[in-house]
């Protein structure tokens, strides 16, 4: 058995940095197009935010990918898109009602949070581990973050 580094990783590692590179472009999608229909400033601010850091760990994910020989992911999932689509409606429908977008945003957020745990499950031990752990709880912050403004929109 050969020892895994950060420039020889599995195919299985790499297969799950590739998971994971898909989700952030997700998220990074989701929020700025979220962004464009809150009618709160500050909240499409964070949003932007949040988006723009998710868009620096694809970009991470990309580079060790890439330093293994193999071609990153540089699009995200369909079934985000479907999402997206969705989120733009009922923002519509709803008038850039935030607490609206802020359900959906968590569900995204519920989305990511749980594939970063599912990978972090599945490459224990992987040299990839630390930056794998690094961008959890920065998923894990911006998910509770989410959550705590969607609940206390619901309050208001």
């Known amino acids: 058995m050969r020892l ?26 989701g929020f700025h197009e979220s962004a464009e229909e809150l009618s709160d400033a500050a909240l ?18 990309q580079n060790f990918v890439e330093f293994n020989g193999e071609e990153a992911e540089e699009d995200g999932s369909v079934a985000a898109k479907v999402h997206r689509i969705w989120i733009n409606i009922r923002g519509k429908i709803n008038g850039g009602d935030p607490h609206v977008i802020l359900i959906e945003a968590e569900r995204g957020e519920d989305h990511i949070k749980e594939a970063y745990e599912d990978v972090l499950t599945e490459t224990a031990g992987s040299a990839m581990n630390d930056v794998l752990t690094k961008q959890y709880a920065a998923v894990k912050a911006g998910h509770d973050k989410i959550r705590d403004l969607r609940d206390a929109c619901k309050s208001k």
């Open 4 to 29: 895994e580094t950060k420039t020889d990783l599995n195919d299985t590692t790499i297969e799950k940095l590739q998971k994971l590179i898909r989700a952030n472009i997700d998220s990074y999608n």
């Open 44 to 61: 499409a601010n964070l949003f932007r935010e949040i988006g723009d850091q998710r868009s620096a760990m694809a970009s991470e994910l």
